[in-house]
């Protein structure tokens, strides 16, 4: 794990462009962290409470300001299972409330059942899924040391709870997993419409560094979420020719020309589900 600094006061660590393993303790995803006058505001907690404790140690080599709040983007596991680590050390943590559905399904539970098999022994039976201490549905201010730090709803997008973290002072704004560089974006469940619209509000912002939630830190915010919205552009208009036309789905895939896209890192991983979710979802869509 390496710390980046990419302004006066913003810092981040970037995952691995891989799927989650014992091998990388779960660490593909990225974290950014602000070091305020008055203590260290973190954005996502990782993906095991090992790498949590890793990242705590970087900010350590930085500052020994306390850490005082954690602000969590999205709660995908990639995100969320070190959130016990900054806990423990007295750390406010601030999520959006429509990540309450997923904290407490069926979904959630067995996703941390089959990492404390998969990801052993980073994620183990001590981890455990934490509650936010404050849930946010609207706009906040959050003000540590002085330094503002803009709390935007953007969701649903990626997920439900999708939350912007926008530090004008830095003009440096931490994206969550509405952006991905360097690999294909995680489709899953997400609202792929919103997601496009999202990314249009993100450009609004008067950011000159964006943080992504995969992948490196971007300097030139319009070009660095075009790959993110043209490939959700791309998906949704292949997918929803063939949702119109009630063409059978691996029909429509192995017709979909997927060429500008598959040279990109976890695209065998990740695509054909990305397209089916998509699928499935144009389906609804039309109804």
Known sequence: MRTEKVSALAWYVQGTSALGSSANQNFISNAGFVVTPAGVVVIDALGSPALATRLVAQIRKLTPLPITHVIVTHYHADHIYGLQTFKALG???????AAKDYINSDTARMRLENSRKDMAPWVNDDTHLVQADEWLDVEKNLTVGGVVFKIKPIGPAHTPEDLLVYVPQEKVLFAGDLVFR???????QADSRHWIAALD???????????????????????????TRDYLIYLRAAMARAANELEPFEEAYAATDWSPFEHL????????????NTYLLLEQEGR
Not at 265 to 276: D, G, H, I, V
């Open 265 to 276: 890192p976890l695209f065998k991983a990740a695509n054909r589900m990305n397209a089916y």
């Open 91 to 97: 750390a406010r943590i601030l999520a959006h409330p």
């Open 182 to 188: 360097n690999r294909i974006p995680y489709v899953g």
């Open 201 to 227: 509000q993100l450009l609004t912002l008067d950011a000159q560094i964006i943080v992504p939630g995969h992948g490196p830190y971007s300097q030139q915010a319009r070009q660095d979420v075009q790959l």
